[in-house]
Nanobody, 117 residues
Framework: QVQLEESGGGSVQAGGSLRLSCAASGLTFSRYVMAWFRQAPGKERKFVASFGYRGADTAYGDSVKGRFTISRDNAKRTVYLQMNSLKPEDTAVYYC??????????WGQGTQVTVSS
């Protein structure tokens, strides 16, 4: 069965960095667009970044441009999110998603990121 498992979350001081990982199994990883979303308490889940199924096409939410970088390693079936210059506003549960034509088909359980001032 398909499984997406996030890791790398934790608590950091403002200005610090974290790298999240999402390991996929049960699917042909290279055929899917991978993405990160986040959801803060009491708020809607929002788009953070995505990486196309091939090439280097990436997209970022406005609030993270210039600070976050998404990458993927198809051989390892893993997508990463490098987060630098973290702000308290980045505090949220971060979710990995896999999609194709028609939408986001699979989601991970999420990993907590907490940034203190």
């Amino acid at each position: 069965q398909v499984q997406l498992e996030e890791s790398g979350g934790g608590s950091v001081q403002a200005g610090g960095s974290l790298r999240l990982s999402c390991a996929a199994s049960g699917l042909t990883f290279s055929r899917y667009v991978m993405a990160w979303f986040r959801q803060a308490p009491g708020k809607e889940r929002k788009f953070v970044a995505s990486f196309g199924y091939r090439g280097a096409d990436t997209a970022y939410g406005d609030s993270v441009k210039g600070r976050f970088t998404i990458s993927r390693d198809n051989a390892k079936r893993t997508v990463y999110l490098q987060m630098n210059s973290l702000k308290p506003e980045d505090t949220a549960v971060y979710y990995c998603a896999a999609g194709s034509t028609g939408g986001w088909h699979y989601w991970g359980q999420g990993t907590q990121v907490t940034v203190s001032s």
